[in-house]
């Protein structure tokens, strides 16, 4: 079955930090830009950070870069995202994807194209609450 399959995520106070992990069946990461998109309540989709299929750049949005580091392991398929100092402004449902899309990863994570192939993750709710 192809599918992406998150875990982790939940609740955790200002300051935490939270691990995403996003592991891929059926299909190969190796053959597709990967991402972590967010949607904040009353918001559109945030592209927060992606890594080329192409160039191997990695993009991460302003408002996570420090913070947040994406990473993969093509043995294990997976892909995670660390996010460290986690502030209010960050609770949302964040969901994971991968697009063969050739590009820089800017252009990937600006969440406008796709080639239509795409997968993605059933999306995990993150909380940033006192």
């Known amino acids: 079955q192809v599918q992406l399959v998150q875990s982790g995520g939940g609740l955790v106070q200002p300051g935490g930090s939270l691990r995403l992990s996003c592991a891929a069946s059926?299909?190969?990461?190796?053959?597709?830009?990967i991402g972590w998109f967010r949607q904040a309540p009353g918001k559109g989709r945030e592209g927060v950070s992606c890594?080329?299929?192409?160039?191997?750049?990695?993009y991460y949005a302003d408002s996570v870069k420090g913070r947040f580091t994406i990473s993969r392991d093509n043995a294990k398929n997976t892909v995670w995202l660390q996010m460290n100092s986690l502030n209010v402004e960050d609770t949302g449902v964040y969901y994971c994807?991968?697009?063969?899309?050739?590009?820089?990863?800017?252009?990937?994570?600006?969440?406008?194209?796709?080639?239509?192939?795409?997968?993605w993750g059933q999306g995990t709710q993150v909380t940033v609450s006192s």
């Open positions: 994807a991968a697009d063969p899309i050739s590009g820089p990863a800017n252009f990937y994570c600006s969440g406008r194209v796709s080639t239509g192939r795409d997968y």
């Open positions: 890594i080329s299929r192409t160039d191997g750049t990695i």
């Open positions: 059926g299909f190969s990461l190796d053959d597709y830009a």
